[in-house]
């Protein structure tokens, strides 16, 4: 007796989602199993898709080679995992086996069954001894407010995924915490995967989570699943949540690809967040995809009857508009929680016109002396500025001369603490010259300002206020540079936390989701910048950030109260007439949205239309283009041709990066459906335009599905 389980391995992108490969077996193989399998000269990872007790059709004993070797051991992937996969690799037209390895800690791929059969002993020990332990009480949680109830009681029942429309500071993760309890003393085998889209949220969210619910299941059921851990690290996390050892997954986008046998609950923090979208690989959006996971967890658990579900929440103070429209539409429930925790009041507006400020004035003098204020009665302020380095460029007056980076079309930024120009797009670095180095020119100064600057200024500005207690007032910063350092980051939140420093100075890393408690001003610098943009999500994104970063003002109503005066947002902008400030000045995001989505509707723009990119890199921007409009022609007489719009190359912003040149073309539809198989049509004829002479010099092509920014 024979079998020919058909198995997925890590090929490479475009190699059709139908690719797994046959073998042969003398056991049959339950789908989902882990196997390694001779590959050319390599023995590789692979997951058995399906395993027939039949040959595939002309195929012979001889041309099929062995499975080398079993995962015993370790449970089969299951139905529900393989269906996500199956989906993410379709919908964003990639390799199903790209996507589903990828989806596996690396470490996986080398560890023999020996080890690996090693590993998962002692790991079943250590949860043998952590179960005889005797619990010790709970952490006690907080009475929740009305407003928190009602949203936990609705995350019980609701039958779609829910909005959780929540002010900064009006208790969501609290509502996460509860609503993660519930689910686990509901099964024994429950899981929750709570997402957050950077890894800089984890510290903070784990210690949460780890007050709460060590006590009641042990320090072995949380573990987290982000890009910063070790290798080791990650596979022991993945190896926890998938034998069900881990009760609670907490992670960054990748922890939605996670085998999670027993999920109940999928909390996906600040949904709006770019960067839950992939920007590499299988371009996907873990969010979708945590919708989408939820949806077949409910199949299934439907399929079993009983009245099991697997909710999925959505939490943010400003939702994407894709999540909004789908709540107005009634497809997900929308849950509000306008108030903040404790009655505080979000921030006023303070709207500071740069047209009216002296020349040149980084900061203008309102703003430094409202921050003096604040910092001689004990208040501490931040300001955010979303460049780092000390400045953009370094120029010459005399020649011209400009820190231009010989690989990109970018400038080098000038890092005045290490004296580097450094390129923010390909990394080159180089010691800042004394000179010109065109012209010779002693003198060659900054343009335009970063955080380093930003720091060493306010510090300046700021020399002689003082702190309530005689001490000088203190500035830090904390941006990607600072916070390089493993340790770093918590290090610099601890200072914050502390109230050792007064004034924080940052990049949005520091506007988003952390629960400082006694900061009662935040201003914006520079807030504008991103409205120039040509990117038709500029006002979403920047109305999302500045209501973020208000929102780590006046969290402590309390604090605020005793202080005496209300916490303050500052922005700094050259076009204050902009509608989008008069729906910040009242904290009015539903009427925003409104506002952006009938401008979306009226040009037929997302979520409205559907679109993808395909995008091109190649030695020579003509090649690229040439790629791209040969690859639009030949799509003529495909399916769907005649309801998608197909647009001509264009370069991206910054055209070349690293010595490479970069090309895309935009692929719109009114309907999802017909972009997405027109896209499966047009797959095969991409990788045949590869060979066109006008294609010479073509390095890659990749398709992206809803892309974010066009
Ligand atoms: P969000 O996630 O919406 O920004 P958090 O859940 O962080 O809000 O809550 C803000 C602050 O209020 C936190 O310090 C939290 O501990 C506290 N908090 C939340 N819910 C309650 C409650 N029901 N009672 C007392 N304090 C609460
Ligand atoms: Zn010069
Ligand atoms: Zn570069």
Redesign the pocket.
């Known amino acids: 007796m024979a079998f020919w389980p058909n198995v997925v391995v890590a090929t490479p992108a475009h190699s059709g989602v139908g690719s797994s490969l046959t073998y042969r077996s003398e056991l049959s193989l339950t789908p989902g199993t882990l196997v390694r399998v001779p590959l050319g000269a390599r023995e590789v990872l692979g997951v058995v898709w399906d395993c027939p007790p039949q040959p595939p059709e002309g195929l012979t004993d001889a041309q099929t080679r062995a499975v080398a070797d079993v995962l015993v051991g370790l449970p089969p992937l299951n139905a529900r995992w393989r269906q996500l996969v199956k989906f993410a690799a379709q919908y964003y037209q990639r390799g199903l086996g790209e996507v589903a390895l990828a989806a596996l800690p690396p470490q996986l791929r080398d560890l023999s069954t020996v080890q690996l059969a090693r590993r998962l002993k002692k790991q079943e020990k250590a949860r043998g001894t952590a179960g005889d332990t005797t619990p010790s009480p709970p952490a006690s949680a ?4 009305d407003e ?1 109830q009602t949203a936990l009681q609705t995350l019980d029942t609701a039958k779609a995924p829910v909005l959780l429309f ?9 509502v996460y915490l509860q609503a993660t309890q519930q689910a686990l003393e509901a099964h024994t085998d429950a899981q929750v995967l709570v997402m957050v889209p950077e890894i800089n949220l984890t510290p903070q969210l784990e210690a949460r989570f780890r007050e709460r619910f060590e006590p009641l299941f042990g320090a072995d059921a949380l573990v987290c699943l982000h890009s910063g851990m070790t290798p080791a690290q990650r596979l022991a996390g993945w190896l926890a949540a998938h034998t069900g050892q881990a009760r609670i997954v907490l992670g960054t986008r990748m922890a939605v690809l996670a085998s999670l046998p027993g999920l109940r609950l999928i909390v996906v923090d600040e949904e709006h967040d770019p960067s839950y979208k992939s920007q590499e690989g299988a371009r996907y959006s873990a969010r979708d995809l945590a919708v989408y996971r939820a949806k077949v967890e409910n199949e299934a658990l439907s399929a079993q009857g009983g009245n099991a579900r697997c909710q999925v929440v959505l939490g943010s103070a400003t939702p994407s508009l894709e999540t909004w429209h789908a709540a107005d539409q009634g497809r997900y429930l929308r849950l509000s929680m306008p108030a903040r ?2 009655g505080g009041a979000l921030p006023r507006l303070r709207l500071v016109d740069m047209n009216h400020q002296p020349k040149g004035a980084v900061l203008a003098p309102p703003l430094v002396a409202a921050m003096a204020e604040r910092i001689a009665r004990g208040e501490q302020c931040m300001v955010l500025l979303n460049r780092r380095g000390y400045a953009p460029v370094l120029a010459c007056h005399d020649c011209g001369w400009k820190s231009a980076c010989p690989h990109c079309s970018a400038y080098r930024v000038f890092h005045k603490l290490d004296r580097t120009l450094r390129c923010h797009h390909c990394g080159f670095t180089e010691r800042v010259p004394r000179a010109c180095p065109d012209c010779g020119n002693l003198d060659i100064a900054p343009i335009g300002k970063g955080t380093e600057q930003l720091e060493e200024q306010l510090a300046g500005l700021l020399a002689n206020v003082q702190r309530p207690d005689g001490s000088p007032a203190r500035v830090a910063r904390m941006d990607a540079d600072s916070t390089r350092l493993k340790g770093s980051l918590e290090q610099q939140l601890a200072t914050m936390h502390s109230g050792e420093v007064d004034v924080l100075v940052g990049t949005q890393m520091i506007a988003k989701g952390h ?1 400082f408690r006694r900061i009662t001003l935040v201003a914006g610098i520079n807030a504008d910048s991103g409205l120039f943009a040509s990117d038709y999500r500029a006002p979403e994104r920047l109305f999302a950030l500045l209501m973020q970063a208000g ?1 780590r003002a006046g ?1 402590d109503a309390a604090f605020v109260n005793s202080q005496g005066s209300a916490s303050e947002m500052w922005v700094q902008t050259w076009t204050p007439q902009h509608p989008l400030f008069d729906a910040l000045r009242r904290h009015d995001f539903p009427a925003f949205a409104a506002q952006q989505l009938a401008e979306r509707e009226n040009a037929g723009m997302p979520p409205f239309g559907h679109q993808a990119l395909l995008r091109a890199d190649a030695r020579s921007q003509q090649a690229a283009q040439a790629y791209l409009n040969a690859a639009a022609q030949a799509a003529d007489g495909l399916p769907h041709r005649d309801e998608i719009t197909l647009y001509p190359a264009v370069p991206l912003t910054i055209q070349r990066v690293a010595n490479v040149e970069r090309a895309q073309l935009l692929v719109e539809a009114s309907s999802r459906g017909a972009l997405q198989r027109f896209l499966s049509a047009w797959q095969p004829v991409l990788l045949e335009c590869r060979a066109l002479p006008q294609a010479r010099g073509l390095i890659r092509f990749a398709v992206d599905v809803d892309p974010l920014s066009i």
């Open positions: 907080p009475a929740l407010s928190q929540g002010a900064t500071g009006s208790g969501k993760t609290e925790i404790g629960d929102g969290r």
